[in-house]
C-alpha cells in the first residue's frame, strides 16, 4: 500500500507529461490520495478506455 493523505497533492504544471493535456498556469492541483494520480485517473475517466462504453451502456439500461 503507497503512503497517500488528501493533503499531499500534484502540481500539474510540473507532472503532466502529455502534450495534448495543456495546463496553464502554476496553480492547478490534484490530490491522488483515493487513486493513480491525475493523468491515468481522471483523464481516463474524462475520456474512456475499452471498458468504459460498457459502463455507458448499464446506466442508460437501468
Excluded at 483523464?43 to 475499452?50: P, T
Amino acid at each position: 500500500m503507497t503512503d497517500k493523505h488528501w493533503s499531499r497533492t500534484e502540481r500539474l504544471h510540473q507532472t503532466v507529461t502529455n502534450p495534448n493535456i495543456i495546463i496553464k498556469g502554476t496553480h492547478s492541483y490534484y490530490s491522488d490520495c483515493w487513486d493513480n494520480g491525475f493523468e491515468r485517473s481522471v483523464v481516463r475517466y474524462l475520456h474512456g478506455d475499452a471498458v468504459s462504453p460498457a459502463v455507458a451502456a448499464l446506466r442508460t439500461a437501468g
